[in-house]
């Protein structure tokens, strides 16, 4: 507030008082301004600190110039933890899998089902060959060996490359019964459950067997083996239970 004198002049604390009033105007409006241009910035500035960090997928260059992105950070994370998982339980279910084939137990082996055919025995089949040449039969008795009694015998030809012969024991005897010419193509390797009925017969296993009669040579009979039906496993032996604890 300036003081005027009479005369129309200003006096000297008047001058003096305005000089300081306009000094020091002039001096804060600056910093008023420079603080209020820090504000947002310091605002902004505390934002970013709280605000959660997130990493960019990591791109790496493949032959070809072409570029791929890899997870990085929780997600990465979780797909790895993903496929650990897919890779055990895959591993799981081939165990088990490879489990069930092992103790599956293979019973029958069939090429073709007969019709018509005749039940008798051993015994009748060699005593009445002739009667029963060109017949369907079946018979039961216990396996023995496996043999080449039928095979490569020109006037009742069944070839060893394409057949195996095997032998079944007489009944109530541990004697083959070598007058019964048993003949049974050989399975490709691509029938895993005949192989495998094959490859775990054991002696004194009893069998159903059921065949044609093909020929009557030497007035004995040679059968063409169509199916085999294992009945009753054979009874394991002292020396037998003793290998499996071993």
Sequence with gaps: MLRVSVNGRVDKFGKSLFAAVLALSLGI?????QGAGAAPQLAQGEAKK???????PKTTKEAGGKETKTESGPAAKDSKENKVKDEKDSKTSEGKSEKKEKEEVVNELKDATLTNVSSVTPDELIDHAKEYLGKNIKFTANFSSFCTLALNYKPAMRESKKFISF???RPDSKVPLSELKLALPIPKETEKSKN?????LREDDKIEVTGKVFSAALDEPWIDVVAIKRLQGAKKSDDDSSDEEE
């Design 29 to 33: 409006t600056p910093l008023l301004a």
């Design 167 to 169: 032998l079944v024991k």
């Design 196 to 200: 495998k009925l094959l490859t775990s």
């Design 50 to 56: 709280k605000s959660p960090e997130t990493k960019s």
